[in-house]
Structure formats: structure tokens, C-alpha cells
């Protein structure tokens, strides 16, 4: 396992919760959820503010007004903090996008229109999605695994409307 800096060993007590190989253990009450949230709304607002390389976890923390131990207690850093961020909005784009049945070209219209209000709400989350730091694999493999997830139901609403068998996808 790789050292995580300022969290300690994984297995080990972070903050009073014991965290698992993949890092803090998942809140278990509304509370600890709603608290998570919180942080992740805030690293959403802070990185528009600075932007990936500068953010820090002070100005996450100070953006949410917590302490740093309640980061610590969800996060194992700022680069976690940054891809549930990244996952709130990528599932925000997914949940804005019309039902099946729509005919392709007016998903493909709700499509961009999601993505410019994306990207006029979000710019640096945005910013950060697209222009990923490739010496983060987490960013790598999250922005791989994104992209081709969106690539195959595109293509897959492509063959629907071309009335194409969907055996190439």
C-alpha cells in the first residue's frame, strides 16, 4: 500500500475512524453523510476558486468552515476530495440528461446545454476533469473510465437512432 501523507497507515485509526486499504471508512449516519456533502460541496467551490495545483486542504476546510480532522475523517487527501467532487458533478450531468426515448439529436442538444450550464456554474471542476493531472492516476483512470462510459452510451443512442444492431459497442 502506498503511504498517503498526513493520514497514516491504512487500517489504522484516522480522526477516531478506522479507515480500509481504499482509505476512510464511509459515513454511517445522516449526520456523517451530510457532513461528507459539506466537504465536497466546498472542494467543488474552492477549486473554482485556485484551481487543482493550488487548492490545499486549508482552503477546503476553510471553505467549509470544519476542522481538519473532519477532512481526514472522509478524505485520505486533496486528491480524493477532488474526485468525489468530480463524481458529484459527472453524476449531476448523468441525472440532467433526458430519459431513453428522446430522439438522438435533442439528447445530444441536452448534452451541450448541460455542459455549458456545467461549465458557467463549475469552471474549474469542469477545468479540472478536462485537463486532469497526469501524474494523478486516480484522475487517469477516473477520467478514462468517465469518458469511455459516456462514449459507449453515445454510441449506443447513435446505433438506436440509426437503427443499428449494438454489437460493435
Not at 49 to 66: F, K, M, P, Q, T
Not at 101 to 130: I, K, M, S, T, W
Given at each position: ?9 491504512p ?7 478506522a ?20 466537504l465536497?460541496?466546498a472542494?467543488?467551490r ?15 476546510v ?13 478524505f485520505r ?10 463524481r ?18 435533442d ?5 451541450h446545454r448541460n ?32 469518458t ?22
Amino acid at each position: 500500500t502506498e503511504a498517503v501523507e498526513g493520514v497514516g497507515d491504512p487500517g489504522k485509526a484516522v480522526g477516531g475512524v478506522a479507515t480500509t486499504a481504499a482509505g476512510p471508512a464511509a459515513p454511517k449516519t445522516p449526520k456523517g453523510r451530510r457532513r461528507k456533502e459539506a466537504l465536497v460541496s466546498a472542494t467543488a467551490r474552492a477549486l473554482n476558486r485556485h484551481g487543482y495545483r493550488d487548492l490545499s486542504i486549508a482552503d477546503i476546510v476553510e471553505e467549509a468552515n470544519a476542522p481538519i480532522g473532519l477532512f481526514y475523517r472522509y478524505f485520505r487527501g486533496k486528491t480524493d476530495a477532488v474526485l468525489e467532487a468530480l463524481r458529484a458533478i459527472v453524476n449531476e450531468f448523468r441525472d440532467t440528461m433526458p430519459a431513453g426515448d428522446h430522439d438522438f439529436f435533442d439528447h445530444q442538444a441536452a448534452a451541450h446545454r448541460n455542459l455549458v450550464r456545467l461549465y458557467a456554474e463549475a469552471p474549474g471542476l469542469l477545468g479540472c476533469y478536462y485537463s486532469f493531472d497526469y501524474s494523478e492516476k486516480a484522475f487517469v483512470a477516473f477520467f478514462h473510465d468517465e469518458t469511455m462510459r459516456f462514449n459507449r452510451e453515445h454510441a449506443r443512442r447513435a446505433l438506436d437512432a440509426l437503427a443499428l444492431p449494438d454489437t460493435a459497442i
